[in-house]
């Protein structure tokens, strides 16, 4: 029995990664007829999570469909997202699952799991001069938009990844390198410098993932397309059609001191490196 039980959770998690399912349950979400269905939808999802609304624009009732209320936005007279050239902040609100110091081609998924962190990326770093990762964990009923972290110029980006596992605590401890077989885009900043990367992972019914710096959708997958376009930060930069996780790259030499701890919650806007001058 002990046997059998993991070969079905993987069989279940093998199933439910597969991009169509999520896909079919993100047109669901957008289901706008019959109302009294997509309200219910919406008040149901809105009572689980226990989701206040008093950072958001209008009330549970104003939105439309479950994929809409998703997708709402923080109203900026009641949650400014102020700037600060002088730290790298939080793109997301989620939980930093991990926040770690790498010299090697290897980062934390979990404890006594790793991956290569040049797969991730897709691209050859050098791992002699250190680099800071952060992980931060979206769940579903947090905020699904994501901000620039930092200003600079985007140098590039990655699309990569064929399946769509879900990210939360009990897949990532038994799916191996699953940031890097799940979708994601790779974005390349310039920070003052130094190459900084932000990875946004999608997860299981992650209908897509939104990038506002590609307004005619996401590019090929496979090859880094070469890009020069001006980031500013805390402007929007994406969002995520149900919780996912991003993962932040950033290189030692450009990190004054560290401003996070691991497993604390973090929002849009909070200091988690300061940067040096």
Same mark, same amino acid.
């Given at each position: 029995?002990?046997?059998i039980?993991? %070969?079905?959770?993987?069989l279940?998690l093998?199933?439910? &990664?597969?991009?169509?399912?999520?896909? $079919?349950?993100?047109r669901? @979400? *957008?289901?706008?007829?019959?109302?009294?269905l997509?309200?219910?939808?919406?008040? /149901?999802?809105q009572?689980?999570? #226990?989701? !206040?609304?008093?950072?958001?624009?209008?009330?549970?009732?104003?939105?439309?469909? $479950?994929?809409?209320f998703?997708? /709402?936005?923080?109203?900026?007279?009641?949650r400014p997202?102020?700037?600060d050239?002088?730290?790298?902040? &939080?793109?997301?609100?989620?939980?930093? =699952?991990?926040? +770690?110091?790498?010299d090697?081609? #290897?980062?934390?998924?979990?404890?006594?799991?790793?991956?290569?962190l040049?797969l991730?990326?897709?691209? &050859?770093?050098?791992? =002699?001069?250190k680099? *800071?990762m952060?992980?931060?964990?979206?769940?579903?009923?947090?905020?699904?938009?994501? *901000?620039?972290?930092?200003?600079?110029?985007?140098?590039?980006?990655? *699309?990569?990844?064929?399946r769509l %596992?879900?990210?939360?605590d009990?897949?990532v401890n038994r799916?191996?390198?699953?940031?890097?077989?799940?979708?994601? @885009?790779?974005t390349?900043?310039?920070?003052?410098?130094?190459?900084?990367?932000?990875?946004?992972?999608?997860?299981?019914f992650?209908?897509?993932i939104?990038?506002?710096?590609?307004?005619?959708?996401?590019?090929?997958?496979?090859?880094?397309?070469?890009?020069?376009?001006?980031?500013?930060? @805390? &402007? +929007? @930069?994406?969002?995520?059609?149900?919780?996912?996780?991003?993962?932040?790259?950033?290189? !030692?030499?450009?990190?004054?001191?560290?401003?996070? +701890?691991?497993?604390q919650?973090?929002?849009?806007?909070?200091? $988690?490196?300061?940067?040096?001058n």
């Amino acid at each position: 029995m002990k046997r059998i039980l993991p %070969f079905f959770v993987r069989l279940l998690l093998a199933g439910i &990664s597969w991009p169509g399912f999520s896909r $079919l349950y993100g047109r669901l @979400m *957008h289901l706008r007829r019959p109302r009294r269905l997509a309200q219910w939808m919406i008040r /149901r999802f809105q009572g689980h999570y #226990r989701i !206040a609304m008093d950072d958001f624009l209008g009330e549970a009732a104003d939105y439309r469909s $479950l994929g809409e209320f998703f997708l /709402r936005p923080i109203d900026p007279d009641k949650r400014p997202l102020n700037p600060d050239a002088g730290c790298l902040l &939080s793109p997301a609100d989620g939980r930093l =699952s991990e926040l +770690e110091l790498v010299d090697r081609d #290897r980062a934390t998924q979990v404890k006594g799991w790793t991956y290569p962190l040049s797969l991730l990326l897709a691209e &050859s770093i050098d791992f =002699s001069q250190k680099w *800071h990762m952060a992980t931060i964990y979206l769940s579903p009923g947090d905020y699904h938009r994501f *901000h620039y972290p930092v200003s600079g110029r985007i140098g590039g980006c990655f *699309h990569g990844g064929t399946r769509l %596992f879900p990210v939360n605590d009990f897949s990532v401890n038994r799916v191996q390198r699953l940031y890097i077989r799940n979708e994601r @885009m790779v974005t390349r900043i310039d920070l003052r410098g130094a190459p900084f990367y932000m990875v946004a992972v999608g997860a299981t019914f992650v209908g897509n993932i939104g990038m506002k710096y590609l307004p005619g959708g996401l590019p090929p997958g496979g090859r880094w397309q070469e890009l020069d376009i001006p980031a500013e930060q @805390m &402007s +929007e @930069m994406g969002h995520f059609a149900m919780g996912s996780t991003i993962i932040l790259v950033v290189p !030692a030499e450009r990190v004054e001191s560290v401003l996070a +701890e691991k497993g604390q919650g973090v929002r849009v806007g909070q200091p $988690l490196f300061k940067i040096k001058n």
